[in-house]
Every structure is written in C-alpha cells, then in structure tokens.
C-alpha cells in the first residue's frame, strides 16, 4: 500500500495559465476527493468522485474548475485562466466506501499551486 | 455559522499536560466525526475516528462525541513536543467531509 500519491507536489505558473493535477489514491479505494487548504483554513471540499461517477462538485467551485476520473482509478483535476486567488494547497484523499474502517479518507501530501 | 467550528487557538499546553480540543457542528445528521493532525506544510493524517456517543480510545488520544449536544472533543494525555501541530475536526455527512478551521496546539517544553 503506496498511499495516495499527488503530482506535481510544487507549481509555480503565471496568471491566465492552466495547471493540472493528478492524484493516484490508495489502490482498492472506490471514491476520490479534492479538497483545497489555504493558510489557516481547514480543507475546502471541491468535489469527490465514486469509481468514475463524479457524486458532487462543490457550488463554490468555479466553473474554471474541473475534475475527471476517467477509469474509477487515478484523478485530474485542472484549473483553466488560473488566478493568483488560486494558489493554494490541493489536497487529494481517498477512501474505502463500505470498507471495515467506515468512510475514513487519507490524504496525499499536497500539490502546491502559487500564482504569479 | 460554519457548519464545523472550532477554536483558532493557540492553546498552549505544558509538556507532560492534558491538552483539550473542542469542536462543534450545525448538521444534526453527520455521521460520523475524525480528528486530523496537520503539521506546518504538511497535509492531514488521520489520528482517530468515533461514530457513537461517548468515549473512544486510542493511545494517548481520546475522542468524545455527544450528538445531542453536537459537539466533538480530542483529548491528548502526556502531551509531547512532537503534539505541537494544528488538529482539524471534521465530519462527515452522506460521504462528503467537512472540516473546521483547526486548533493550534504547542506544547511547551
């Protein structure tokens, strides 16, 4: 078990660029999330994913934002026009929806999105 | 009103000392209820979670949840140095997880 794993862990891009992200959960784990965490802010629920089936995509998220999970395994998710607003850590996790321990999700490291 | 609140902190709290979070919720249907350790720069790692009311134990930590008074606690005995981090309460709620802001913790020597 290799955990959830998230690449690039550090981006710096310019303003109006796209960025994107992947994240390889935990290999038997059925549903995905993307959460995204600034400064002094607990984690932020961008949108989660069961299998492929995208369940819920936060009203917050900008339509700039968007997800896939093409094959229920690993996960994108890319930002379009990025905005210096957007720099932040984006956080994946991953959980086993049914499994002994409950839905308890683990998340990656972090993926490191600064704007300039 | 957030739906996941706790206090900013920091709480300092003396090597060896009981240090006491608390964290309060607004959605009377979550389910189930985690506490997370974040340390600076770092992402989350999951300490410990509970589903009913009362007490759960784990070590040094203790999860307490009282759903009629919607509220979680974490308690961690013989705090170490090493506890010093932010620790995010969270809940979850028909598979989505919300989370508080965090409690700062430092555990002073």
């Known amino acids: 078990d290799t955990g959830v794993s998230q690449d690039p862990r550090h981006k710096i891009t310019k303003r109006g660029q796209n960025v994107t992200f992947r994240c390889d959960p935990i290999s038997e784990h059925n549903r995905l999330y993307w959460y995204r965490q600034t400064l002094g802010q607990g984690p932020e629920f961008l949108t989660y994913?069961?299998?492929?089936?995208?369940?819920?995509k936060s009203r917050l998220l900008s339509d700039r934002f968007s997800a896939e999970r093409p094959k229920g395994s690993f996960s994108t998710l890319e930002i379009q026009r990025t905005e210096q607003g957007d720099s932040a850590m984006y956080l994946c996790?991953?959980?086993?929806?049914?499994?002994?321990?409950?839905?308890?999700?683990?998340f990656g490291e972090g993926s490191w999105l600064t704007v300039v | 009103q957030k739906e996941v609140e706790q206090n900013s902190g920091p709480l300092s709290v003396p090597e060896g000392a009981i240090a006491s979070l608390n964290c309060t919720y607004s959605?009377?249907?979550?389910?189930?209820f985690f506490w997370y350790r974040q340390y600076s720069g770092k992402s989350p790692e999951l300490i410990m979670f509970i589903y009913s009311n009362g007490d759960k134990e784990d070590g040094r930590f203790t999860a307490q949840l009282n759903k009629a008074s919607q509220y979680v606690s974490l308690l961690i005995r013989d705090s170490q140095p090493s506890d010093s981090a932010t620790y995010l309460c969270a809940l979850e709620h028909w598979g989505k997880f919300q989370f508080g802001a965090g409690t700062q913790v430092v555990v002073t020597p």
């Open positions: 994913f069961q299998n492929e089936a995208q369940l819920e």
């Open positions: 959605d009377r249907g979550s389910q189930s």
């Open positions: 996790a991953s959980s086993l929806q049914g499994g002994l321990s409950g839905n308890t999700i683990y």
